[in-house]
Nanobody, 125 residues
Framework: QVQLVESGGGLVQAGGSLRLSCAASGRTFTSFAVGWFRQAPGKEREFVGGISRGGGNIYYGDSVKGRFTIPRDNAKNTVYLQMNSLKPEDTAVYYC??????????????????WGQGTQVTVSS
């Protein structure tokens, strides 16, 4: 078992930045690849990006490439989502998820075993 808690969401103006945190407790965090997803009202949950267990492989969804990064600090059992140049279309609830089966983060939500509760990000124009 692993428990995930997201934090860092809030309201920001377009062009601004936010950093989300995904803190894990329970099993050894290095046993998991971690993904970030988001879900806007009326839309499917979308893969934002993810990072492998060791942190060497990082992937991003097309809509956030070049703007978002995913640092990982295994010593702190935390994965971050650094969001820069935010746009109103980035408004969503953001979730982190952990997968214990694959070294690299899957892009599909059904592959993940554990989810955080989500944190709201709102970008005003």
């Amino acid at each position: 078992q692993v428990q995930l808690v997201e934090s860092g969401g809030g309201l920001v103006q377009a062009g601004g930045s936010l950093r989300l945190s995904c803190a894990a407790s329970g099993r050894t965090f290095t046993s998991f690849a971690v993904g970030w997803f988001r879900q806007a009202p009326g839309k499917e949950r979308e893969f934002v990006g993810g990072i492998s267990r060791g942190g060497g492989n990082i992937y991003y969804g097309d809509s956030v490439k070049g703007r978002f990064t995913i640092p990982r600090d295994n010593a702190k059992n935390t994965v971050y989502l650094q969001m820069n140049s935010l746009k109103p279309e980035d408004t969503a609830v953001y979730y982190c998820a952990a997968d214990g089966d694959y070294y690299s983060p899957p892009r599909t939500r059904n592959e993940y075993d554990y989810w955080g509760q989500g944190t709201q990000v709102t970008v005003s124009s």
